[in-house]
Structures are given as C-alpha cells and as structure tokens.
C-alpha cells in the first residue's frame, strides 16, 4: 500500500530549520530541528519514509 507524506519545512534564517512529516490522512509522524547540511536532511527524509 503507498503512503504519501508531506513535508514542511520552515526555513531558519540564523537558527535551525523547523521540519514536520505528515501523513497525508492527517496526522503529524514527527516534527524536528535540523541544520541545512545533506546529512540532516538526509535523515528528514529516512524518517518520512520510502518514495512511491
């Protein structure tokens, strides 16, 4: 079964980014502070989970 997740990312200027994964039903997977390296956002999208 696919499972779409959205991502949100609110951009910090002089601090970390604001991230949250939601599932498309609804409701919030996880909500983290990350810094704009590949390696942070690399675990953003672990944590969201497989493409289509």
Same mark, same amino acid.
């Given at each position: 079964?696919?499972?779409? $997740? #959205? *991502? %949100? =990312?609110? #951009?910090? =200027? &002089?601090?970390?980014?604001?991230? $949250?994964? #939601?599932? *498309?039903? %609804? +409701?919030?997977?996880?909500?983290?502070? $990350?810094? +704009?390296?590949?390696?942070? #956002? &690399? /675990?953003? /999208? %672990?944590? &969201?989970? +497989?493409? +289509?």
């Amino acid at each position: 079964m696919n499972h779409r $997740r #959205l *991502v %949100g =990312i609110n #951009l910090g =200027i &002089a601090s970390a980014h604001t991230v $949250r994964i #939601l599932d *498309v039903r %609804g +409701p919030t997977m996880a909500t983290r502070k $990350r810094w +704009p390296t590949a390696q942070s #956002l &690399a /675990e953003v /999208e %672990g944590t &969201a989970g +497989p493409g +289509p």
